[in-house]
């Protein structure tokens, strides 16, 4: 893709040069076009500049959201006494991460969570 900002900065150096070439001829039809298409043209490479700093903004988020996802893809759970352990970290609810993808920190089972399971997760109720 040609740089849409130095495109615009050609066509502007041309509609220069056409308005010098036409003050010898002074027509004041083509004058006035000329005054036209320099002012659209300059409104445009303004414009076109600004999009390009979003696009850039917009790749650089992509990239960000894309390293970040590859990195969660990564991480494997591991069993741990019913629940799930990530890197040595644990018990999570194993049915909140399957279904929501959310890691949910287990406690302890206490009074007669303990007759269904060791851990109690707070946001399922599920016990393992
Ligand atoms: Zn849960």
New binding site residues.
Partial sequence: MADIVSSLQVALEIAKQLRTLNEKLKDAEIKTLLADLQSELADAKVEAAGLKEQIAALIQKNTELASKLESRSREEPEMMNGGYKFGGEGPY?A??YETSGKK?RLPRSVGMHAHFGQWT?P??Q?HS
């Fill in positions: 609810c049915r909140c949910i997760c946001v399922c599920n």
